[in-house]
């Protein structure tokens, strides 16, 4: 099945700027990043996709933004930085989140299952900042609440949440000493089941996507003994409805950072350690690498953080292309099935 990518163009902010993700509901598809000053913080970018193109939407600052959702046109989430962000048809409102207000906070997964009803994953320093915990919160349509979570290691996080009911929901990511982690809500507790580990080295799941209760995916990374980035492998794992087993990964490198999921199968996209994207799509019990969006004109590098499929059922993917490591601009491609 040969790709056919149509680059597209977002405006550029600043000599570094790049986005994390997407979103789209039936008419508007939204892409969310961050621009690097040389000084001060992260300025957070959000870009709209309309009739004539990409264009940048003026919202709050809250840094990075990891994760976006839409819920329907006018209802939008994104979160990030400790923090959340919500479009209500007109513009962009700062959300406070339950009591993550530090600047190591970080929220990366987003799953929804109506605009009452909105969940969101990451980690968070401990009171006495000794180490960072996992965290889950709640949106029930007037404020995010903390929902505990089992203390699986001194020190873990969360990444990726996602199910298909709100009482069948999985949270995953990584303990220590790099082992990865699954937990499963099943309306009352959270519950930890063990993850297939790989053979050697350390795992991390960055994200989870169901297609039933009996068919759940989790992707993200796995090294080598002592590796460290540059050894990366894409790594993803498989629950049945009874236990989670390794899926089949093709052996090159690089990692998963997020699962893009439309009504029959479940796309991957991330980035290998030379800047190379990578987009691979489950078939079967196998994933499939698929030939990733070319880079634009005057550019070497393009790095894959986030997708969404459009109303049209295409595969929107965003990330950052440069021709240099210290001139990253957004990039965003459409695959046309």
């Not at 405006?11 to 509901?25: F, I, R």
């Not at 009171?127 to 089992?150: E, I, K, M």
Request: hydrophobic share 40%; aromatic share 10%.
């Amino acid at each position: 099945m040969a790709a056919n990518w149509a680059s597209e163009q977002v405006p550029a902010v600043g000599q570094q700027s790049m986005l994390h993700t997407a979103a789209a509901s039936d008419g508007t598809a939204w892409a969310f990043g961050i621009s690097a000053p040389d000084s001060g913080p992260f300025r957070t970018l959000i870009f709209r996709r309309g009739e004539q193109g990409w264009q940048r939407v003026a919202a709050p600052g809250i840094g990075r933004v990891s994760r976006a959702i839409a819920i329907s046109d006018a209802d939008v989430w994104a979160v990030g930085d400790g923090e959340s962000l919500h479009w209500d048809g007109d513009r962009w409102r700062h959300v406070p989140t339950a009591a993550l207000h530090d600047a190591r906070a970080q929220l990366f997964g987003l799953a929804q299952f109506g605009g009452t009803d909105v969940w969101t994953a990451g980690y968070a320093p401990r009171r006495d900042h000794s180490a960072s915990r996992g965290t889950v919160q709640h949106w029930d349509g007037a404020a995010w609440t903390d929902v505990p979570v089992p203390a699986v290691a001194p020190g873990w996080s969360l990444a990726g949440i996602g199910g298909v009911s709100p009482d069948d929901l999985w949270a995953v990511g990584r303990g220590r000493p790099g082992h990865a982690v699954a937990l499963h809500w099943d309306g009352q507790d959270w519950q930890q089941l063990p993850v297939s580990a790989p053979e050697s080295g350390t795992a991390k799941l960055c994200d989870v996507a169901a297609l039933a209760s009996n068919d759940v995916w989790a992707a993200g990374y796995r090294t080598a003994p002592g590796g460290g980035v540059r050894t990366r492998r894409p790594f993803a794992v498989h629950w049945d409805g009874s236990a989670w087993s390794a899926g089949e990964v093709p052996a090159g490198p690089g990692q998963i950072w997020q699962l893009v999921q439309d009504h029959a199968s479940i796309w991957g996209v991330g980035y290998a350690p030379d800047s190379t994207p990578i987009v691979v799509r489950m078939l079967g019990f196998a994933w499939q690498f698929l030939p990733g969006p070319p880079a634009p004109g005057g550019t070497k590098h393009s790095s894959l953080y986030g997708g969404a499929i459009l109303p049209d059922g295409n595969l929107l993917v965003v990330g950052a292309t440069s021709a240099s490591p210290d001139t990253a601009q957004p990039f965003a491609a459409v695959r046309r099935n």
